[in-house]
């Protein structure tokens, strides 16, 4: 009775509380009167259901509902307003080499590295004073450090730190907590001034950041002028906790590090 009266009027919060009342203190008595109601659906053949999804070291016992490769911000915005739009719980990855599991999801998955792998420019116009351009490097989420690397040599600059195996894309590693052999350099998350941030508000509207430090090298009133669409957030907390985030507060499109100048290896031997 509780679920025809719940039928006939769906909107009816009292019907809807008194069926979930009635479902908590009998569960078998529930299941039987949804029968009455409405038929038992098919069953999905488990071959179907049980789809297995493996990337490298990323293996899901289910396939996510769906695997995209947007090869711009605008597209990837456009991916996640339509993920959000059906309810669909996403996840970005490099290329699903870490050995976390962290890439898994149901809904949507991101390879962030098929087409969103690239150097970026640094727009000086926008950075504080005597922030100098030349010691920062920026580049697309997906980027490897092998791509990072070869990038660098041919400026005649370097990365502080990095793990030996070159095909990990540098967010992805620096996502989950990833460093180098050089203790004293800190962990790749050490390197990293700014990240542009793509993720939803409460109502489900993908916003974006571009969030540093507190004492950032972005200048505010610059930034909000050239890039209205982008929330400058200047706050320590948040942004180191967006540095190692294991990918759960949002996709991040692009970041800003600096790098170093090479240096022969017996100077750097001797210092």
């Known amino acids: 009775d509780a679920i025809e009266a719940l039928c006939a009027d769906p909107e009816n919060v009292q019907a809807a509380e008194r069926v979930l009342e009635l479902a908590r203190e009998d569960t078998d008595g529930a299941q039987a009167a949804r029968l009455r109601i409405a038929s038992e659906p098919a069953p999905i053949p488990l071959e179907l259901t049980y789809r297995e999804y493996n990337r490298n070291n990323l293996h899901m016992p289910r396939r996510p ?16 307003q339509s993920a959000a739009d059906q309810w669909l719980p996403t996840k ?36 504080k004073a005597g922030v100098h351009k030349e010691s920062l490097c920026a580049f697309q989420g997906g980027t490897t450090i092998q791509t990072l690397n070869r990038a660098l040599w041919e400026r005649g600059k370097c990365l502080w730190n990095q793990p030996g195996f070159e095909k990990l894309t540098f967010i992805g ?99």
């Open 65 to 80: 509902k769906k695997v995209a490769a947007p090869e711009d911000l605008h597209a990837l915005v456009a991916e996640l």
């Open 173 to 271: 590693t620096m996502s989950s907590g990833g460093h180098g052999s050089g203790t004293w350099l800190g962990p790749l998350s050490s390197q990293v001034k700014a990240l542009h941030m793509v993720t939803l508000d409460r109502d489900r509207k993908v916003v974006q950041f571009r969030i540093e430090s507190s004492q950032g090298i972005s200048e505010p009133a610059r930034f909000k002028q050239k890039y209205p669409n982008v929330e400058l957030v200047q706050d320590d907390s948040l942004f180191h906790a967006c540095t190692v985030s294991m990918g759960c507060l949002g996709v991040i499109y692009a970041a800003i590090i600096e790098v170093r100048v090479q240096r022969p290896q017996w100077q750097q031997f001797l210092q």
């Open 92 to 127: 970005a990855i490099g290329d699903g080499y870490g050995f976390a599991n962290t890439g898994f999801t149901r809904g949507l998955l991101l390879p962030m590295v098929r087409r969103l792998n690239k150097i970026l420019p640094v727009d000086g116009d926008v950075l």
